[in-house]
């Protein structure tokens, strides 16, 4: 029915001519006519169906205090005691914010495993080759099963699994050693970017050079031996701007 009509909107002709090839087809406008009927079947049923359950489907509760809260906020001080209006907004907040660092970490390690499968390095490649295999090409759904029921058969956290202090297994989750940042933590990382930053400059300087030079070593020796050098200079006039902490079970 809609062959001949889809063949005249591929052809080359203006906006305004192929509107009104739609406007003037008949079968168009009936399935308009049909779609228009429909949205509206919908919403009186819906609307008959809600009457005849009594059911209040207003937004006049979301005025109203929320009473539950929220573990983590961005750019808002969130409490039980406001409305559900504000949860509503923190949780979109968050969501923008987990999807946009989700995107950036998701993409750095796409780009990342893709070059590691390229690599001629043995160990790197297979790595690479493993996680694309097992973990990229399995689909989320059954990732998410299957590590829900390996969570659920771990001890409760008054039993949980302490390996050597440094990592706690519970059903509430696989707690991991973390860094917090101290006083000078800022001037630490900054410190350590230009080091990279200065090292690649130099290797790459270094692999011109041994173009021209074939006896020549290396240049990824000088170049960790450089980034190694800025790291100790850092600590030593600075301090450590990190302090390492493992997680630990607190006693009521």
């Known amino acids: 029915m809609f062959t001949s009509l889809f063949q005249q909107l591929k052809s080359e002709e203006s906006i305004n001519k192929k509107l009104e090839i739609l406007f003037y087809d008949r079968s168009f406008r009936k399935l308009i006519v ?8 919908i919403l009186f049923l819906f609307y008959l169906i809600t009457r005849a359950f009594s059911l209040d489907l207003g937004f006049g509760h979301l005025s109203s205090r929320a009473g539950f809260g929220i573990s983590h906020t961005f750019l808002t001080d969130y409490s039980s005691n406001d409305s559900r209006w504000q949860a509503y907004f923190v949780g979109i907040i968050n969501t923008i914010r987990v999807s946009f660092i989700g995107i950036l970490l998701a993409t750095t390690l796409g780009v990342f495993m893709g070059l590691a499968r390229l690599s001629k390095n043995f160990l790197i490649n297979k790595i690479s080759a493993g996680y694309v295999e097992f973990i990229r090409n399995t689909p989320l759904l059954i990732q998410i099963i299957f590590w829900q029921l390996v969570l659920l058969q771990l001890p409760q956290i008054s039993d949980a699994l302490t390996f050597g202090g440094l990592s706690v297994w519970s059903n509430r989750g696989i707690l991991l050693p973390f860094v917090n940042s101290l006083e000078n933590g800022s001037l630490w990382f900054l410190i350590i970017l230009i080091s990279i930053i200065v090292s690649l400059i130099l290797r790459s300087y270094l692999n011109k050079y041994r173009d021209e030079n074939v006896n020549f070593f290396s240049p990824s020796i000088i170049f960790f031996c450089f ?26």
């Open 227 to 252: 980034f190694y050098f800025n790291c100790i200079n850092n600590i030593f006039y600075f301090g450590c701007g990190i302090i390492y902490r493992c997680p630990f079970i607190g006693s009521k």
């Open 34 to 41: 049909q779609l228009i009927f429909s949205f509206f079947m």
